[in-house]
């Protein structure tokens, strides 16, 4: 019998899912125009490729995720493409379509070497690169090498590329990208045409996503984007990988991505219960803030996360305070609440509780217990919150108001020392030191008279320069006993400017000034004349004769 009529073949096999793509690699950028927020590099190159003043080596430098190696690809497809005749020449808009194109869009051209110098670090690896560009392009107008993360070659792979990179074949193109170009010698720096490429700016990364969120067909908040642009920190791809997830996190409910849901994935406190906190901070409520925090802590929300919060919205209110522009992702009500406190909050006070909540933020950063740091941080803003500023302290001690704590008298033979008292803040640098002195912080006091050359005073804030060596340990110290005199935290920084001549320098000028007037009055200048030998070892002035 016949059987082959029964033979039915193979069965249909469902067709296989295409593997997905995740966003950060589906929406990279295939052109110039896509790439966001790098407008100055674009116009830069573009103006370069219509004259034909190409260099043979650039470099692209950002932090992650804004685009390096996205625009060294657009570079090399700029640099090859043809046209769909097969007849353009290099240009700022690639056509897209032509063989050049896509194989360089795809990764398979064989003219466009990538190469990863993270795992690529040796002299042998470049030997390879140099070798390789003495021989011409197989199929493209350029031989291109895309090398990624380029600071971390070695100084021996650096050194052999020297040569090449200097006088390149004129077929050859190199493409360096870094995050950390100070890693990179200056020795090949001076050889490429160094691009910028800047952070992409949260409203642009904002109005980015909900583009893509349409093409995906995916409903999202306006505020749930604009605390994801915020997440990113001015990178496109760290902002999409956590769109990504908001998407997954959202589900098949529906519903969309969401502000809550959001905040609840990157574990971000509440803008609301963050406004709250911040109200009970000024009020000196300490209880209700320690509660509040507690309450943000049980649902998962980090402590330094928190601290974070509170640190923005004391920048946003200070910027509020000098009239900036409103952002646009805030709502109706934070606004209503920012604005109201920057018309109650002095500079001074923005100014120091943004010091104790960045304090604050750092010991939580190191702290064993983060939720216990985070507490005693919050206390020390409420009890500073009664205390007046330093500014209204100098005017309540020039008015007469205010009298300054006594000098602390010397403790008798075996008696213990006396507790340092606290003073009112000092209103000059001057004041400062004799701060000090009164204090017994004479070998400090001294330090800063020999070597201290002061940039900036302000109540609470010190800049000193470093144009010449000082005591690494100065700064701290001066901090330190700043803050245990009068209470209150001292910012005490180094600048490269100048500076006003140091105490004893000053001194020197005025003592050398006061010489030559003595030599100059007529009774001296006899007496040197009579005897030539004679040197002036001492002096006194008295009123007539300095009149």
């Known amino acids: 019998m016949d059987e082959s009529f029964l033979d039915l073949g193979e069965p249909p096999q469902p067709a296989k899912p295409e593997a997905y793509r995740v966003l ?32 043979h080596a650039f470099l692209l430098t950002g932090v992650r995720g804004v685009g390096k190696t996205s625009t060294a690809r657009l570079i090399a497809k700029a640099l090859n493409c043809v046209g769909p005749d097969g007849q353009g020449g290099p240009t700022i808009s690639p056509c897209g379509e032509c063989e050049p194109c896509r194989a360089i869009a795809e990764g398979r051209h064989i003219d466009v070497i990538e190469m990863d110098a993270a ?6 690896d470049v030997r390879e690169i140099i070798d390789a560009s003495r021989y ?24 052999a590329l020297l040569k090449t990179l200097e006088e390149p074949p004129p077929h050859v193109k190199f493409l360096f990208a870094t995050t950390e170009v100070n890693k990179v010698p200056v020795t090949v720096l001076s050889r490429c045409q160094r691009f910028d490429l800047r952070r992409i700016s949260a409203e642009k990364l904002a109005t980015h996503f909900a583009e893509i969120c349409r093409l995906e067909a995916v409903e999202a908040e306006p505020e749930a984007l604009a605390l994801i642009a915020r997440a990113a920190e001015g990178s496109a791809r760290d902002g999409l990988s956590i769109l ?36 009970l901070l000024l009020g000196g409520d300490a209880k209700g803030a320690l509660a509040a925090l507690r309450r943000q802590y049980d649902l998962g929300v980090d402590p ?6 509170l640190l923005e919205l004391t920048h946003g209110v200070t910027l509020a305070k000098l009239g900036t522009p409103v952002d646009a992702g805030q709502s109706a009500e934070e606004r209503a609440a920012i604005e109201s406190w920057a018309a109650n909050l002095s500079f001074a006070a923005l100014h120091r509780l943004w010091q104790l909540l960045l304090k604050g933020h750092e010991e939580v950063a190191r702290a064993a217990l983060p939720i216990e740091a985070t507490e005693m941080a919050l206390l020390r803003v409420v009890y500073a919150a009664d205390l007046p500023d330093p500014g209204a302290l100098v005017r309540q001690i020039m008015s007469g108001d205010l009298r300054t704590a006594p000098a602390v008298a010397a403790p008798s033979e075996g008696a213990p020392p006396a507790a340092p ?45 470093a144009a010449k060596p000082i005591p690494a340990e ?12 009068t209470g209150t935290s001292w910012r005490v920084s180094l600048d490269d400017a100048q500076g006003a001549p140091t105490v004893r320098e000053a001194e020197a000028t005025a003592r050398a000034a006061e010489l030559d007037r003595v030599r100059s ?15 002036i070892t001492g002096w006194e002035l008295n009123k007539r004769s300095e009149a």
Request: proline share 3%; no cysteine.
């Open 24 to 55: 950060a690699r589906k929406y990279r950028p295939q052109s110039f125009d896509a790439l966001i927020g790098q407008d100055a590099m674009v116009q830069t190159l573009g103006n370069a490729i219509r004259r034909g003043r190409l260099a």
């Open 119 to 124: 795992s690529h670090t040796g002299v042998d």
């Open 136 to 159: 011409a392009a197989v199929s493209a107008r350029f031989k291109i090498y895309i090398v990624d993360e380029v600071h971390m070659l070695s100084k021996n792979a650096f050194n």
């Open 244 to 279: 990504d997830q908001a998407i997954a996190h959202a589900g098949l409910e529906g519903g969309g991505v969401r502000a809550d849901a959001v905040r609840d994935m990157l574990g971000l406190s509440d803008r609301g219960a963050t406004r709250d906190l911040f109200g």
């Open 304 to 309: 330094q996360a928190m601290l974070r919060a």
């Open 421 to 465: 008292t606290q003073s009112a803040a000092p209103a000059s640098f001057e004041a400062v030191l004799a701060l000090l002195d009164t204090a017994r912080r004479v070998g400090l006091a001294e330090k800063l008279r020999l070597t201290a050359r002061l940039v900036r005073f302000e109540p609470g804030t010190i800049v000193l320069s």
């Open 474 to 485: 100065l700064v701290r110290d001066l901090s330190e006993a700043l803050r245990d005199l």
């Open 521 to 535: 009055t007529p009774v001296v200048e006899a007496v040197l004349q009579a005897f030539p030998d004679a040197e």
